[in-house]
């Protein structure tokens, strides 16, 4: 790009800053990604809006003449694709940022967003802040964060628990909560998907539950689901996941017809197909018997039936989980009632580390 006010360029710049001075000071400032389409969708900065250089096709044309011819005829390629299109770049940036204030970034704090963040100043913004080592940098600091030592009070319990409910309730008293399975757009099993919206990449989910997790207090305690690894198709950080598995489990322990009722609750409006698929995806684990009597029982809109059957195969591969965990704290209740559970439950975990501490 080349500047159209000289006199700006001699005056005026850039200001870099460092992914955690963006953590810290800039995450609520309008944000702008120049990375393509299909880069910005696989995972972003949730806070960003995508204001591509390159389409996804013009992205793989210059990466050609890079790869076959050179890095000069690259970018004169570049320059050739962008030329046309430097108007596009300040009304997109304008409704990002309507009062001219913006930071841009791109895979690495490189040319592509040097280049749009200097087009930009050049052209009536008034501050332009560029991400140094851009979207990689912000990887970068989710793989740090998740590093360090959290203290997480994790929830556990059968399927049909109501656990998110719980969770959502305690949320409520002004404690640190994450729902996990809120942010995946998924409630973790086999049916999990029905009646969600779509699914985030893992790499997205991690984005987001890291932007949400980036506003919390570490030193404080954090409510927090039990997960396996994966939920839906959203997996997990690693060390975040083996932090969950490494702390005490709280584990709430509701009779199964009443965890059966809550399902039917919960999936009951849902349409048949959706239902059956979902029944036939786990059949290898119910057994033959068990499928057929599940399949049956939706035919015949015996719902209750359907979980409870269904309900055999998760409460026993949920045990041998937990059973495998060296540190359980196991609470009774009597239904599923989110209110009175996250009462009883909170009351429970403030007394036990108030003699534990």
């Not at 955690?20 to 696989?42: A, H, M, Q, W």
Request: net charge negative; glycine share 6%; aromatic share 10%.
């Amino acid at each position: 790009m080349h500047a159209q006010k000289t006199e700006l360029i001699q005056t005026r710049m850039i200001k870099r800053i460092s992914i955690k001075e963006y953590l810290k000071n800039f995450k609520e400032f309008p944000t702008i990604d120049v990375r393509s389409p299909g880069e910005f969708e696989k995972g972003h900065i949730p806070s960003a809006k995508n204001v591509p250089l390159f389409s996804n096709e013009e992205r793989a044309v210059v990466g050609t003449i890079y790869k076959q011819e050179s890095k000069e005829a690259a970018i004169e390629k570049g320059y050739e694709i962008v030329n046309p299109k430097l108007d596009y770049y300040i009304s997109a940036s304008l409704e990002v940022a309507p009062d001219k204030k913006i930071v841009v970034h791109c895979w690495r704090g490189g040319m592509r967003s040097a280049s749009v963040g200097q087009h930009l100043l050049d052209n009536g913004f008034e501050e332009v802040y560029l991400i140094e080592g851009g979207y990689k940098a912000f990887r970068g600091a989710i793989t740090a964060f998740f590093e360090q030592e959290l203290k997480l009070i994790v929830l556990g319990g059968y399927t049909g628990s109501g656990k998110t409910e719980i969770l959502l309730e305690i949320a409520k008293t002004e404690s640190q909560v994450v729902d996990l399975e809120g942010l995946a757009n998924h409630k973790g099993s086999a049916f999990g998907g029905i009646g969600q919206k779509e699914q985030p990449s893992t790499e997205h989910f991690q984005n987001i539950l890291f932007f949400e997790m980036d506003n919390l207090d570490i030193n404080k305690h954090i409510w927090i689901e039990d997960e396996s690894s994966n939920i839906g198709k959203a997996i997990l950080p690693k060390s975040l996941f083996n932090q969950i598995r490494e702390q005490r489990v709280f584990f709430i322990d509701i009779p199964r017809n009443e965890r059966a009722y809550f399902l039917t609750q919960t999936y009951g409006k849902q349409h048949k197909d959706n239902l059956r698929d979902s029944i036939l995806r786990i059949q290898k684990r119910l057994g033959p018997q068990n499928t057929t009597s599940a399949v049956e029982a939706l035919e015949n809109n015996d719902l209750t039936r359907v979980a409870e059957l269904s309900l055999i195969y998760y409460d026993k591969a949920y045990l041998r989980g937990v059973e495998a965990r060296n540190l359980i704290t196991e609470i009774k209740l009597e239904k599923v009632d989110e209110i009175e559970n996250a009462k009883t439950l909170k009351a429970f975990v403030d007394d036990y580390y108030s003699k534990n501490n």
